[in-house]
């Protein structure tokens, strides 16, 4: 049996670190969330918005430990999610 069909739908808690505006929200850098795993970085996006609704009015890129996965690369196991706001502009 694949890694994925064992695993799929698995509920994981995760460390959610947040940057610049966004720590306006949760008043501070860090808060726990859990997330179903495997998903995709966006799949990973929409279950936050989902438990945080304030989030849907910030643009955010997810990052998985400490990578910036493509919006559709599965991620697995997260050991930290860290929400970037856009930067300079960007």
Do not use: W
């Amino acid at each position: 049996m694949s890694y994925e069909v064992e695993n799929a739908g698995q509920m994981t808690a995760v460390h959610v670190t947040v940057f610049g505006p966004l720590t306006d929200i949760f008043s501070g850098n860090r808060f726990p969330a859990t997330v179903t795993l495997p998903a995709t970085a966006d799949e990973l996006r929409e279950q936050l918005v989902e438990q945080y609704p304030v989030l849907a009015d910030h643009r955010f890129r997810v990052a998985v430990d400490d990578v910036l996965p493509a919006s559709s690369s599965p991620v697995r196991e997260a050991a930290e999610i860290a929400l970037l706001p856009a930067f300079a502009g960007g």
